[in-house]
């Protein structure tokens, strides 16, 4: 069995949600697309069948995707969390020294991350580089477009 899926509360019943969508909704509209398609005759050179199945096939691997995440999910619990360095689940402000801006991304597992809403993965370049940090530290993390240097300003749990 591979590790744990380290998830927040939030981001467990978000995936929990998709799943039964998927498995309630999406399945059956094309299973029914594969039996209407199929009704259209030779099915060697029916391309609606094709794609119905095709489409099939790509979300029943998502399906068994989401239900191996959800089984190997791990909800974090603020007791369990070190409060005074950056963790999964740490809402971290830091200073960026080349340009004098400051950023705030909480640090979640690659399965919650969302840029738009400054989420990023614990498996980020930036993310690996801020893990286990304390505030005040300063940290340069080596990525394609040169060298960044951050200072760590706050760490406050979001759980």
Not at 60 to 79: G, P, S, V, Y
Not at 115 to 126: A, D, E, G, H, Y
């Amino acid at each position: 069995m591979a590790d744990y899926v380290y998830l927040s509360r939030e981001g467990y019943e978000k995936l929990k949600k998709e799943l039964e969508e998927l498995k309630q909704v999406k399945r059956p509209e094309l299973s029914q697309k594969i039996s209407e398609a199929r009704d259209f005759g030779d099915l060697r050179e029916n391309a609606e069948y094709h794609a119905a199945k095709e489409a099939l096939t790509l979300l029943e691997a998502k399906i068994t995707q989401l239900e191996q995440t959800l089984h190997r999910a791990k909800i974090l619990k603020k007791e369990d969390m070190a409060e005074n360095k950056v963790t999964i689940l740490s809402q971290v402000t830091i200073e960026d020294l080349n340009r004098g801006t400051q950023f705030t991304y909480t640090l979640v597992a690659p399965e919650e991350s969302d840029f738009s809403q400054n989420k990023i993965s614990t498996t980020s370049p930036v993310g690996k580089a801020l893990l286990g940090k304390e505030v005040g530290d300063v940290v340069e993390i080596k990525v394609p477009a040169g060298i960044l240097k951050y200072k760590i300003l706050d760490i406050k749990l979001t759980i």
